[in-house]
T-cell receptor
Framework: DGGITQSPKYLFRKEGQNVTLSCEQN?????MYWYRQDPGQGLRLIYY???????QKGDIAEGYSVSREKKESFPLTVTSAQKNPTAFYLC??????????FGSGTRLTVV | LAKTTQPISMDSYEGQEVNITCSHN???????ITWYQQFPSQGPRFIIQ???TKVTNEVASLFIPADRKSSTLSLPRVSLSDTAVYYC????????????FGSGTRLLVRP
């Protein structure tokens, strides 16, 4: 079955550490996205990529970095510059507005 | 991009029909209206999309008046499992990379 796989499901980070969240899709979608969701809030766009080797900042890109070396993969690195990284992170891919498919999310906690 | 406004929360009982209205006064000619559903700790999933008049699928109906400045998601005979957050989004194919998920509408279905 086609879909998006995010890993790990839970991640714990120490202060000052960088961590990388994995996102892989086999839907052959060109566009991929990373969103952040805080408790009781909507989704906020961190980064998005429309094609391989190209990506753009979303609304809250500071403290995050991404790469898009392969169509299937769009990893997100949460750097030590992100002051409040504890949140639920969602990866998605799409073919147009209807084709948004989300992964199951990664819950990141700073310890 | 057109901004959307939805009620923050709604309550209903099992077996009732639920109508969630979304306002999008600045909708553009090429914009489609799309609704997503999100359960706790999961990614949103597509429910329905429309451009004008009425669209119906196996889970919901979408009513769009002629001026398209609002839309109503209708869930027939809700069950407890319909308790979720519902997001209304507006955008066209060119702006799909920047879809904005607001806070959505939290629907609570009671027994």
């Amino acid at each position: 079955d086609g879909g998006i796989t995010q890993s790990p499901k839970y991640l714990f980070r120490k202060e000052g550490q960088n961590v990388t969240l994995s996102c892989e899709q086999n839907l052959n979608h060109d566009a991929m996205y990373w969103y952040r969701q805080d408790p009781g809030q909507g989704l906020r766009l961190i980064y998005y990529s429309q094609i391989v080797n190209d990506f753009q900042k979303g609304d809250i890109a500071e403290g995050y970095s991404v790469s898009r070396e392969k169509k299937e993969s769009f990893p997100l690195t949460v750097t030590s510059a992100q002051k409040n990284p504890t949140a639920f992170y969602l990866c998605a891919s799409s073919r147009g507005t209807r084709g948004y498919t989300f992964g199951s999310g990664t819950r990141l906690t700073v310890v | 991009l057109a901004k959307t406004t939805q009620p923050i929360s709604m309550d209903s009982y099992e077996g009732q029909e639920v109508n969630i209205t979304c306002s999008h006064n600045n909708i553009a000619t090429n914009d489609y209206i799309t609704w997503y559903q999100q359960f706790p700790s999961q990614g949103p999933r597509f429910i329905i999309q429309g451009y004008k008049t009425k669209v119906t699928n196996e889970v919901a109906s979408l009513f769009i008046p002629a001026d398209r400045k609002s839309s109503t998601l209708s869930l027939p005979r809700v069950s407890l499992s319909d308790t979720a957050v519902y997001y209304c989004l507006v955008g066209d194919e060119d702006s799909s990379y920047k879809l904005i998920f607001g806070s959505g509408t939290r629907l609570l279905v009671r027994p």
